[in-house]
C-alpha cells in the first residue's frame, strides 16, 4: 500500500520567514495530494491540494509543489504569521481508492 | 453548508460502558471515513464507507470496534466494551472528492 513521509516533524520560523514542508510518497499510482492544517482542538482543515497533471499551485501564501518523477511533493508558505502556527499533514490518494494516505505532521510554531 | 457535524464533543465513559459516536456527513457526499488520532499513533483511518457501503475497515482495531451507515445523513462508530486505550480523538470526514473533517470527538475512557 501507500506510504507517506513528511519532514521536518518540528519546524520554528521568524515571523514574516517563509516554511517549507516535504512529503514523499511511495505509491506511483497516486495522483492527489491534499494539505491539511489542524489548530489545537480542531479538525484537520483542508488547505490546498494538487493533483499529478499539475506542478505547482498557488493560492495567496500558500504553494504546493509536485514532483512525480522524484514522487515528491512540498508546501510552502511565504510571509508567515503567527497564526499560521499549527500542525500540518500531506496526504496522498491513488485512483483506485478513495482513502487518504496521512503524513505523520509537522508541527510548525511562528515566532513573533 | 454546517460541514461535517459530530457528537458528542466529548465523552468521558469508565471501562466496560458501551460508547456510540455520531456523524452527520456534508450533503451529497458519498464516501464517509472514520479515524482516529493519538499522540503515538497519529492519525489512523478506521474505516470508510462508499455510498453507505464499507469498503475497506481493516484499521478497526478489534471486534470491540463496529461501525454503521445506515443511509446517506447519518454514520456511528460504536465501541463496545471500552477501555482505557481507546481513548483519543475521533474524527469523521465526508467527500465527493476533497475530504473534509469534523470537529471530532474526544474520548476518554477511565
Known amino acids: 500500500g501507500e506510504n507517506v513521509e513528511q519532514h521536518p516533524s518540528t519546524l520554528s520560523v521568524q515571523e514574516g520567514d517563509s516554511a517549507v514542508i516535504k512529503c514523499t510518497y511511495s505509491?506511483?499510482?497516486?495522483?492527489?495530494f491534499p494539505w491539511y492544517k489542524q489548530e489545537l482542538g480542531k479538525g484537520p482543515q483542508l488547505i490546498i491540494d494538487?493533483?499529478?497533471?499539475?506542478g505547482e499551485k498557488k493560492d495567496q501564501r500558500i504553494a504546493v509543489t509536485l514532483n512525480k518523477t522524484a514522487k515528491h511533493f512540498s508546501l510552502h508558505i511565504t510571509e508567515t504569521q503567527p497564526e499560521d502556527s499549527a500542525v500540518y499533514f500531506c496526504?496522498?490518494?491513488?485512483?483506485?481508492?478513495?482513502?487518504?494516505?496521512f503524513g505523520s505532521g509537522t508541527r510548525l510554531q511562528v515566532q513573533p | 453548508d454546517a460541514g461535517v457535524i459530530q457528537s458528542p464533543r466529548h465523552e468521558v465513559t469508565e471501562m466496560g460502558q458501551e460508547v456510540t459516536l455520531r456523524c452527520k456527513p456534508i450533503?451529497?457526499?458519498?464516501?464517509l471515513f472514520w479515524y482516529r488520532q493519538t499522540m503515538m499513533r497519529g492519525l489512523e483511518l478506521l474505516i470508510y464507507f462508499n455510498n453507505n457501503v464499507p469498503i475497506d475497515d481493516s484499521g478497526m482495531p478489534e471486534d470491540r470496534f463496529s461501525a454503521k451507515m445506515p443511509n446517506a445523513s447519518f454514520s456511528t462508530l460504536k465501541i463496545q466494551p471500552s477501555e482505557p486505550r481507546d481513548s483519543a480523538v475521533y474524527f469523521c470526514?465526508?467527500?465527493?472528492?476533497?475530504?473534509?473533517f469534523g470537529p471530532g470527538t474526544r474520548l476518554t475512557v477511565t
Open positions: 470526514a465526508s467527500a465527493s472528492y476533497e475530504q473534509y
Open positions: 450533503s451529497g457526499h458519498n464516501s
Open positions: 496526504a496522498a490518494r491513488d485512483t483506485g481508492r478513495r482513502a487518504l494516505t
Open positions: 494538487i493533483r499529478s497533471n499539475v
Open positions: 505509491d506511483s499510482a497516486s495522483n492527489y
